[in-house]
């Protein structure tokens, strides 16, 4: 079963016939998706060895409502199938996630492009920080993270501002997270240091603290050991999952988490289908229910025609859960409603 995003604003589009939706068939359907892939944790280093010897980025500008501006690097999706190519091509999933939008159950869940709905999210933290709920976080978690855009504008906010933070990024695929999740908070990272500072010297600049839109960063042994030491230093710590959140027992006790520990857990997109919905509501509930504050903000499409999912269906799921899930003031962000396509952002909370 595959669905196709649309990046103009579109919404999910469901490529199969229309009579899927039938009971039977989309049961059908279901039984016949491939095997489901375990959810399996990765650390910083086994990610980090399968790098290039450089990342081709370019740079993005978030603006809030408010005016705050953030400008962040992503690398380029041609130098990801760039690295694909001289692999071998031995990650077909990668492959495959690059040649089309389509999200296809069980197999590739988008997390190569940026949508819409993460940029909406990205907006609200830049204007929730600095603040007090953002200072007193100790803990990230961003399910289905991709490129991470959301992630990123919290992960630079504690590089500049030298706070402690743990993140944990999921994402479906193995290979978003080696080949735009990690490579994306590198390129922040780089973006925060000097240009003549190590682990980059007057001869050999920072490319990223100039003033080019694009570029190429060298991946030395250097800049990656520089890259850890900051991330000891400054008591930030990444941790990676891949694979299905369910069953939701293996999925969280692969998160860390300490009841006293304030915790953020960040989204977008999740709730596309009634069996996507489901799923993510279940982690994100069981992620929630370990801790004495936390809190979910989820950016998504109020309803996504054709496919199932919406978010009057994600709140009820929500209450069904002993959580409260209601829309936040979106401070005149624009979530669609001039293109008929509308956005929104959730927050949800344990009663």
């Not at 491939?34 to 010897?53: D, I, N, Q, W």
């Not at 007193?136 to 630079?156: K, M, Y």
Request: glycine fraction near 6%; proline fraction near 5%.
């Amino acid at each position: 079963m595959s669905f196709s995003f649309g990046f103009s604003g579109d919404d999910i589009v469901q490529e199969e016939e229309e009579e899927v939706n039938h009971p039977s068939q989309r049961a059908t359907a279901l039984a016949n998706l491939p095997k489901l892939e375990m959810a399996r944790s990765h650390g910083v280093e086994e990610l980090l060895a399968t790098f290039p010897s450089r990342i081709s980025y370019s740079f993005f500008d978030i603006e809030s409502n408010r005016g705050k501006k953030l400008r962040l690097p992503r690398r380029e999706l041609f130098d990801i199938r760039l690295q694909i190519m001289a692999e071998d091509g031995d990650d077909a999933t990668a492959a495959a996630g690059l040649d089309d939008s389509d999200i296809r159950t069980n197999v590739y869940e988008g997390g190569f492009k940026s949508w819409e709905c993460s940029f909406d999210l990205a907006k609200l933290l830049l204007d929730r920080g600095p603040r007090k709920d953002l200072d007193d976080l100790c803990r990230v978690d961003h399910l289905g993270c991709g490129t991470a855009i959301p992630s990123l504008v919290l992960f630079h906010y504690a590089m500049t501002e030298k706070l402690p933070l743990y993140f944990t990024l999921s994402d479906y695929n193995a290979s978003v997270l080696r080949l735009v999740t990690l490579p994306n908070l590198i390129l922040t990272w780089a973006s925060t240091l000097p240009a003549h500072e190590a682990p980059f010297s007057p001869t050999d600049p920072n490319p990223l603290a100039g003033p080019d839109g694009n570029g190429d960063l060298e991946i030395t042994p250097e800049l990656t050991k520089a890259f850890l030491s900051t991330l000891s230093s400054l008591a930030l710590n990444l941790n990676f999952i891949s694979g299905s959140w369910t069953p939701s027992a293996r999925f969280l006790s692969m998160i860390p988490t300490d009841p006293e520990m304030n915790i953020l857990v960040l989204a977008s997109e999740t709730i596309y289908s009634p069996e996507a919905l489901s799923t993510f509501t279940e982690a994100l509930i069981g992620i929630l229910q370990r801790v004495r504050m936390g809190k979910g903000m989820i950016a998504a499409k109020r309803m996504y025609f054709g496919v199932g999912g919406s978010v009057d269906a994600f709140k009820i799921e929500c209450r069904e859960r002993k959580a409260v899930a209601y829309e936040i003031d979106n401070h005149n962000i624009d979530l669609g409603e001039k293109s008929g396509v509308r956005r929104s952002l959730v927050e949800v909370q344990m009663y």
